[in-house]
């Protein structure tokens, strides 16, 4: 499938504030979005997934935004703390394709909390 | 539950060796997949595994391969190491079945392999 890209390699918050880190993708056919939170020394942990059919999803202090007609993909931390200092990776796939390719990772967004 | 469980952690070769990178899946898991993260191409799929046959491959070329057991643990090999194998290796385990998505991969914390 094409490459899922982020807009920002980096993104500095202070603790306390809201995060939005956003991501755009170009594959028309995926229709399955998942977010992966990557800390040092550590693999990607699922954070929050939302489908084709739906515009948000809301988790515990995250929500996840996906706007079809541009290609958005965006995800949300609320009252951002320092232990949300991360990685954050957007990935993509086709469900309907019953899972057949793999995640389409984007090459992610380092979250830097500022004290 | 325990986690993804791979071994070793941390692995160097030289150019032309083969090397074999071991996963075990959180117990129940069927489904095993292996992921290659580099800092210049990022995190890119290798193949998945789902009793014991192997399902989907990404692109790379033949000589990364792969196997699963019976017990669903699952053993990655690259052969004839090249100095851009050097990555870390990342196995997600899931629960799901046949016909179902890749919702949910859960991550071990991965092999980081250096040639030189």
């Known amino acids: 499938g094409e490459s899922v890209g982020l807009h920002l390699p980096t993104l500095s918050v202070q603790e306390g504030d809201n995060s939005i880190i956003n991501c755009a993708y170009s594959?028309?056919?995926?229709?399955?979005f998942i977010w992966y939170k990557q800390e040092s020394g550590k693999g990607p942990q699922f954070i929050i997934d939302i489908r084709s059919n739906m515009d948000k999803r809301q988790g515990q202090r995250v929500t996840v935004l996906l706007n079809k007609t541009v290609k958005h993909l965006s995800l949300q931390i609320a009252a951002t703390q320092p232990g949300d200092s991360a990685v954050y990776f957007c990935?993509?796939?086709?469900?309907?394709?019953?899972?057949?390719?793999?995640?389409?990772f984007g090459k992610g967004t380092h979250l830097i909390i500022q004290p | 539950k325990a986690g993804v469980t791979q071994t070793p952690r941390y692995l160097i070769k030289t150019r032309g060796q083969q090397v074999t990178l071991s996963c075990s899946p959180i117990s129940g898991h069927r489904s095993v997949s292996w992921y290659q993260q580099t800092p210049g191409q990022g995190l890119q799929f290798l193949f998945e595994y789902f009793s014991e046959t192997q399902r989907n491959k990404g692109n790379f070329p033949g000589r990364f391969s792969g196997r699963q057991f019976s017990n669903s643990r699952s053993e990655m090999n690259v052969s004839t190491l090249e100095l851009g194998d050097s990555a870390l290796y990342l196995c997600?385990?899931?629960?799901?079945?046949?016909?179902?998505?890749?919702?949910?991969?859960?991550f071990g914390s991965g092999t980081q392999l250096s040639v030189l």
């Open positions: 997600a385990s899931s629960p799901r079945d046949r016909g179902a998505t890749n919702e949910k991969l859960f």
């Open positions: 594959n028309s056919a995926s229709d399955y």
């Open positions: 990935a993509e796939t086709m469900y309907s394709g019953g899972g057949a390719d793999g995640l389409t």
